[in-house]
């Protein structure tokens, strides 16, 4: 069968099965033009079409190769709806671990005691869910996770939005409604992914806090305090006003095995230490992990073993 027959298998088999894949979704799944791979399809293509086959056999043989886990994704249905045998779930809850103490233990001195504080750590290790816990049992806090798009004027929109602000202003008069709603209150801010901002959004935070007595929470990746001491005299004013800091490192075994504990009842020693050696010392990694390892393991009737784990880990990108 031909690359063009293969796909125009694909695409009637994903209309009988419910799961249409449409043209469109197919040329911004493989990068090329739509019409274009229309007319490949039909046969009228008049170009090149060794690019075309190229990247549709590439498509075609990850799409096929995804047999397994699409049908993970079923079992996975039949897990959270209560199937027979209960040896698994997959939710991953809040854990406690040793970061997420640390976390605690600055979210807390920052907001009753209104410092700057700053926690750092490799992507990963449970910052941002941390922080969220926190702020689910402290409705005074405000969370802003910050992004590439942010400059000064969008995260002072962001935090007047959060305030019920008006943000059809500019940014000198936003700054002064948000001082003003924030002087005198109990609300804290918590700023993720600091590393995004520019240097005089972070400057602004700074006199939000000098102006209001606001505690502010700053929380990026480790090149974050790498940027700002290298760059000490962009960041002077704010530098000299962190209260409480840490840097944090990977979740620890005592970490991994509570986490795993969590999310599979009958996990024995062997299981835990494996799911560490394979989690690359990302949380993230690891709740994958686990999730596709109990899938793996419920397609081939088996229980979770380590040469399940160690073949999952290939699945993932470590």
Known sequence: MSIRDDLKKLLIDSKSNGKEI???N???AIGCDRSNLSKYIAGKYKGNTGNFE????????NFHNQDKLIESEIITDIINNNDNENDYTTSAEFVETKISKTI???????????EIGI???RAGIGKTFSIKEYARNHSNVIIIEADLTYTAKVMVREICARLGIISGLGLHEMFEELVYKLDGSDMVLFIDEVEHLPVRAIDVLRRIHDRTGCGVLICGLPQLLT???????????IFSRIGIGARLDAPNRKDVCAIVHSMMDNADEKICESFYEHSAGSIRILVKLIR??????RIND??????IIAESAKLLTL
């Open 22 to 24: 449409t043209i469109a």
């Open 26 to 28: 197919l040329a911004r």
């Open 54 to 61: 190229a990247k549709i056999a590439n498509y075609l043989s």
């Open 104 to 114: 605690f233990e600055i979210a807390e001195m920052v907001n009753i005691e209104k």
């Open 119 to 121: 926690i750092t750590g």
């Open 227 to 237: 940027r700002m001491k290298s760059l000490r005299g962009d960041y002077a004013y």
């Open 292 to 297: 596709r390892s109990i899938r793996v393991a």
């Open 302 to 307: 088996m229980p979770v073993n380590r040469e």
